[in-house]
């Protein structure tokens, strides 16, 4: 079975830091999703990644398929920043079902 | 640009009512899921559907059941609610099987 466990659970960082949010499953995936909850409950997709690194404005995603290991980066992070963010990972044949981590709670104070 | 709208936004049940959570998409979107997620917990899927007529069981199917009649609408229907089912329950859809998936806002269901 697969699991996913993310870390830190929870995150506070002062305005204008990088942050780092790790992401690590067991067994082998097609895709890794990044989501990000808003405090209001509203769920947003940032990344979908199979291999390499994304990028989306203040956002970065990495992947090492070989080490089962993502990494959701935020650069000169801002208080609306301040959110869930959520790794989820899928395989093939899953039928798009996908595999949740608990996820991070990140606080960006000003 | 509607997205996917989940109805209702919020609702309270009493233990053994019964009731349907909607889900419509206007992406013309394949794929459709409902999950719910509890404190403490990673989201976890209740049933989905890869195409009109179709659907299956997720990780957490009892107690639910759903029906997509229409490609565009998928329902989630709790026959006799119980306290467990106190949760908050997302609909999600995609193109395919490995394609983001695009959420509703969310439905917060109370059993007392």
């Known amino acids: 079975k697969n699991e996913v466990e993310q870390s830190p659970q929870n995150l506070t960082a002062q305005e204008g830091e990088f942050i780092t949010i790790n992401c690590s499953y067991s067994?082998?995936?097609?895709?890794l999703h990044w989501l990000q909850q808003h405090p209001g409950g509203g769920i947003v997709s940032l990344f979908m990644?199979?291999?390499g690194k994304k990028k989306h404005g203040r956002l970065i995603a990495t992947i090492n398929i070989q080490e089962k290991h993502s990494s959701l980066h935020i650069t000169a992070s801002h208080p609306r920043d301040s959110a869930v963010y959520i790794c989820a990972v899928g395989f093939g044949g899953s039928q798009g079902n996908l595999i949740f981590g608990k996820g991070t709670k990140l606080s960006v104070k000003p | 640009n509607a997205g996917v709208t989940q109805t209702p936004k919020f609702r309270v049940l009493k233990t053994g009512q019964s009731m349907t959570l909607l889900c419509a998409q206007d992406m013309n979107h394949e794929y459709m899921y409902w999950y719910r997620q509890d404190p403490g917990m990673g989201l976890r899927l209740i049933h989905y559907s890869v195409g009109e007529g179709t659907t299956a069981k997720g990780e957490v199917p009892d107690g639910y059941n759903v029906s997509r009649l229409k490609k565009q609408n998928f329902l989630l229907g709790l026959e006799s609610a119980a306290p467990s089912q106190t949760s908050v329950y997302f609909c999600?859809?995609?193109?395919?099987?490995?394609?983001?998936?695009?959420f509703g806002d969310g439905t917060r269901l109370s059993i007392l």
């Open positions: 990644l199979s291999s």
């Open positions: 067994v082998g995936i097609s895709a």
């Open positions: 999600a859809s995609s193109w395919g099987e490995v394609q983001p998936q695009h």
